[in-house]
């Protein structure tokens, strides 16, 4: 029979190697060694599963090439080495969106307006994170999601679900991303574009955790008098929904799940030094950590909730890897007896 504590430095020992092997390494903190231990789990399984896809199914997928492959351009621009093979064929593939429309796709999500959106996002990420410099190609990407653009100025995807998925976003989600990514590409002949698709924003509903995430992350963005007052609306809504373990489910009263309690954080971070958002942070990002699996990656957020989606689980891990990222420095803080700032 093994000792409990040799069994402990042997598991210890193999998830260390394997990380190693993924080729991802990054500074160790003074504490939070478990915080930084999910993080290069989480990353460690995307670089993994994101070439997979296209490896062994011959396309680029939006959950594997687009979601996932954004988590790790972003794990990149915050000092974490990812190996080269992970990133280097889907950096290939999005940097030539005139390609786009050729690829076989995947059976489940073939919506291509939605695949433009998301594989220009994961441009935009690659671009920022220096996987790329060709400014030209994100441009090109920006005009085609430009180009699909209701009337309205919404991007009208999976119309009959009002909270989205991981991988099919939803409308207001799929908007607010097409609408980032719009205003970073600065490309030639989009601005009364991004200004339809702000107007169609401030406008929607404030009644589910995505969209309450969606506006606070446009409204901490877009300075004026309705930003402001939105924001508080939007900030209000997720104080109440915030379950007692910490995450956010769809609705104010749905239990909890892994993609929308991402949204949320991510959201909560424009905001962090906000009286009470870092203990909001920190309670969502506990959450997160309680769901993380063993391999690295989270359960997926199905609609309804409980089914079981490859699709859907890549894109909740890229959803919640971005968050464990970006609320990881709060963390660390506060483990150090550093304060978060409040206003």
Known sequence: MNHPIVSEFRSGLAFLLAVLAAGCTSEPGRNGSSDRAAELKAI??????????????????????????????????????????????????LTQPDHWE??????????????NI?????LLAAHEAGHTKNRAALQEAARKVAADQDADGAWHIERQNSVGSPATYGTTLATFVAWRTLTRAEAPGTTQ?????????????????????????????????????????ALDFLRVAQTPDGGWGPYKDSPPEPFDTALALLALTEIRDRTGV?????????????MQRSD????????????????????TTGWATLALLRTGELQRQRLNGRPAPQR
């Open 296 to 315: 690295g990656s989270w359960p997926a957020t199905t609609r309804p909730a409980g089914g079981n989606s490859y699709a859907q689980q890549m894109s």
């Open 102 to 115: 050729n690829n076989k796709g995947d059976p489940g999500f073939s919506d291509q307006r939605l695949a």
């Open 44 to 93: 460690a399984f995307l670089q993994q599963e994101v070439p997979a896809w296209s490896r062994e199914n011959g396309c680029f997928s939006c959950h594997n090439n687009g979601d996932a492959a954004r988590a790790l351009y972003a794990a990149t621009r915050m000092g974490h080495r990812i190996s080269s093979k992970a990133l280097a064929d889907t950096t290939k593939w």
């Open 193 to 233: 574009t991004i200004t339809n698709a702000e107007s169609w924003l401030f406008a929607a509903p404030l009644n589910n955790v995505p969209n309450a995430a969606v506006f606070l992350s446009l409204t901490a963005r877009v300075p004026g008098d309705v930003g402001r007052q939105r924001l508080n609306q």
């Open 278 to 290: 870092a203990e909001m942070i920190l309670r969502g990002r506990s959450y997160l950590l309680a």
């Open 118 to 122: 998301q594989f220009a996002a994961a």
